[in-house]
T-cell receptor
Framework: DSGVTQTPKHLITATGQRVTLRCSPRSGDLSVYWYQQSLDQGLQFLIQYYNGEERAKGNILERFSAQQFPDLHSELNLSSLELGDSALYFC????????????????FGPGTRLTVL | SQQGEEDPQALSIQEGENATMNCSYKTSINNLQWYRQNSGRGLVHLILIRSNEREKHSGRLRVTLDTSKKSSSLLITASRAADTASYFCATETYSGAGSYQLTFGKGTKLSVIP
């Protein structure tokens, strides 16, 4: 158990809908990362938050947005869903101290499996 | 875009044999990490090797890094059926504003046959 929790485990929805995925980082971790894993694209970095602020952006679509709240949990919002958005969405957390050394290990949650019908 | 590329894509071995997986990448890195993923589950961090290190050991795992060739290898010795999983290399690069980004390869699917 990594200490990172994600809810829900599974989500089935229809095209055009909007969903929210939730992540609680490990106790003490300030950084939260979101990844998308699909069969064709592999594991893609979407976005990182550090202590409530956006820190880095990866291959995140404009239809997707995220935020990190004062209690450090994070939510990933996916809107106008398309069939191609079906994937496993992982959240990871790390200590992520400002100017952190390059030994910052990311701990992954169990993922949310999103199916868009 | 894919930074790390694992080779082979799939590997099947007998229990007790050694398994070697390779990873190649394109740009300069701060460190390289190996992760393991059991089918449909979250990724588990295995080992991290810094760009100024050449070899690292952790239990039955041995990782090498050759920055001149931009490649790394993961060796699992005396494999067990429980090692069956997908293994990913991830390269950490500086992405600006004090932030580092991990870029994952597509993974090697290892099957260890009892």
């Amino acid at each position: 158990d990594s200490g990172v929790t994600q809810t829900p485990k599974h989500l089935i929805t229809a095209t055009g809908q909007r969903v929210t995925l939730r992540c609680s980082p490990r106790s003490g971790d300030l950084s939260v990362y979101w990844y998308q894993q699909s069969l064709d694209q592999g594991l893609q970095f979407l976005i990182q938050y550090y202590n409530g602020e956006e820190r880095a952006k990866g291959n995140i679509l404009e239809r997707f947005s995220a935020q990190q709240f004062p209690d450090l949990h994070s939510e990933l919002n996916l809107s106008s869903l398309e069939l191609g958005d079906s994937a496993l969405y992982f959240c990871a957390s790390s200590v992520g101290a400002s100017g952190f050394p390059s030994t910052d290990t990311q701990y992954f949650g169990p993922g949310t499996r999103l199916t868009v019908l | 875009s894919q930074q790390g590329e694992e080779d082979p894509q799939a590997l099947s071995i007998q229990e007790g044999e050694n398994a070697t997986m390779n990873c190649s990448y394109k740009t300069s890195i701060n460190n390289l990490q190996w992760y393991r993923q059991n089918s449909g589950r979250g990724l588990v961090h295995l080992i991290l090797i810094r760009s100024n290190e050449r070899e690292k050991h952790s239990g039955r795992l041995r990782v090498t890094l050759d920055t001149s060739k931009k490649s790394s290898s993961l060796l699992i010795t005396a494999s067990r059926a429980a090692d069956t999983a997908s293994y990913f290399c991830a390269t950490e690069t500086y992405s600006g504003a004090g932030s580092y980004q991990l870029t994952f390869g597509k993974g090697t699917k290892l099957s260890v046959i009892p």
